[in-house]
């Protein structure tokens, strides 16, 4: 069996070694021309870094990351909402990961060159359509200026949120959707905070700031490369002028800093001091795509962001493209056809990205601060008199229970949790 894999991103290079691992040959395509170590941080959930583990790469994970240990929410001046333990922390059997998304690919794509050969990926290679025939696929593809095909027995599209394979099973889709929400991100050298592995979202429905280290400094061990993130609804921007789904677009100081100057009290930073010491960063238009009622179709599907987009909330984007590529060779490995395996795949990964897609629209597990603004946007001195304890676990833990990453959490609580978080 031979796999034609679209986009060479981390959910199509995880699918390769997943798909290689189970004595399936793989050809990947992809549009750019080289790798390269682009974006900003990045959460690893532990249900995926248990997969990538099984993959052998846990060394390099914690060599190019930092194992996470806690997550606090708090409002704009800083008073906790939400504090947990995460990770091996946690109870899980694996680390959660907060890392450099390029650093990331990297490391996942020289696994993939190391195992399967250098040959395998085959850069600046644009698809351009493709076609099934009994048995077998054809892609047709751009190289070097020379229109040519490849041929293979299954298709898979994991081609982001602007997939070329998406496009073509839903041709009337139209452009990704956006909410109104910018995303700024960026990073930069910064003094370490607490114990160097937590991770901190503050503020509310005006915005959030996002702050964490995604890189220990071998020359210095009380700095750490820190990724920063400030989500605010801008009045400015206008869809029609913003690139949605183009995560390089430059960000501009006049643009994000009166989203966090004198809003925000924190005491382990300053929003606008980092924002402005971190030099060039990156906006991002917050959008996804409606969930699909169907990806598999024949011999070709979908995988990742190709799949289901979604807002960046969560930390779960790249971890669900992972569970994807596992659950996707799964299938591939114990049913008799490869439609079969592609239909067993849809039906089971598809429902639950849905409502993932849904629940990140209305904040995800960040709802908590949200929550917690609109009832006390000056602040609180008795953070259960403005909401419960059951109330705040319902938004948190009950979307690590939908989005399967939940540990220690009994079984009738989490089948409650989950039965609210879809209502």
């Not at 920063?228 to 609804?233: F, G, S």
């Not at 402005?276 to 009622?293: I, K, S």
């Not at 795949?345 to 849905?354: I, K, N």
Request: charged residues 25%.
């Amino acid at each position: 069996m031979k796999a034609l894999i679209v986009g060479a991103g981390i959910g199509g290079l995880t699918t390769a070694l997943f798909l290689h691992r189970a004595g399936i040959e793989v050809e990947i395509f992809e549009r750019a021309d080289a790798v390269r170590e682009l974006g900003v941080g990045i959460n690893m959930l532990p249900h995926a870094v248990g997969l990538l583990a099984e993959l052998g790469l846990m060394e390099a994970l914690d060599a190019a990351g930092i194992r996470t240990r806690e997550l606090i929410y708090a409002n704009r001046f800083g008073q906790i909402v939400w504090q947990e333990l995460r990770g091996v922390d946690a109870g899980h059997a694996v680390p959660q990961f907060s890392i450099h998304r390029g650093k990331l690919l990297r490391l996942i794509h020289r696994a993939v060159v190391d195992r399967l050969g250098p040959g395998v990926i085959r850069m600046g290679c644009p698809v351009t359509g493709f076609e099934q025939e009994g048995r077998r696929i054809t892609v047709y593809l751009s190289e070097a200026g020379k229109a040519l095909q490849a041929g293979g027995d299954l298709l898979v599209g994991a081609d982001g949120i602007h997939s070329t394979v998406r496009a073509k099973l839903y041709p009337d889709e139209g452009p990704p959707i956006w909410n109104g929400v910018v995303l700024w991100r960026g990073a930069t050298r910064w003094p370490k905070w607490q114990d160097g592995r937590t991770m901190a979202i503050a503020g509310g429905n005006h915005a959030k700031f996002v702050f964490y280290p995604i890189e220990r400094d071998p020359n210095d061990p009380g700095m750490r490369l820190t990724n920063w993130a400030v989500m605010a609804r801008s009045r400015k921007a206008k869809a029609r002028d913003l690139p949605l789904g183009d995560w390089s677009r430059p960000g501009s100081l006049d643009d994000v800093l009166p989203f966090v100057r004198g809003r925000f009290h924190l005491d382990y930073v300053d929003p606008a001091e980092i924002i402005r010491a971190t030099g060039a960063f990156h906006e991002y238009p917050n959008c996804d795509r409606e969930p699909l009622p169907r990806w598999s179709f024949g011999r070709v599907t979908l995988l990742g962001d190709a799949a289901h987009p979604m807002y960046p909330v969560g930390s779960n984007g790249a971890s669900q493209a992972i569970l994807d590529a596992r659950s996707l060779t799964e299938h591939l490995r114990t049913h008799g056809s490869v439609e079969a395996a592609l239909a067993a795949y849809d039906g089971e990964r598809r429902p639950t990205t849905a409502q993932i897609v849904h629940s990140n629209r209305k904040g995800g597990p960040e709802g908590v601060i949200d929550l917690v603004e609109t009832r006390a946007p000056d602040g609180f001195d008795d953070i259960d008199a403005v909401a419960s304890y059951e109330e705040r676990e319902r938004v948190v833990r009950g979307y690590a229970s939908l989005a399967g990453f939940a540990a220690d959490i009994p079984t009738g609580t989490v089948g409650m949790i989950v039965a609210k978080l879809k209502q």
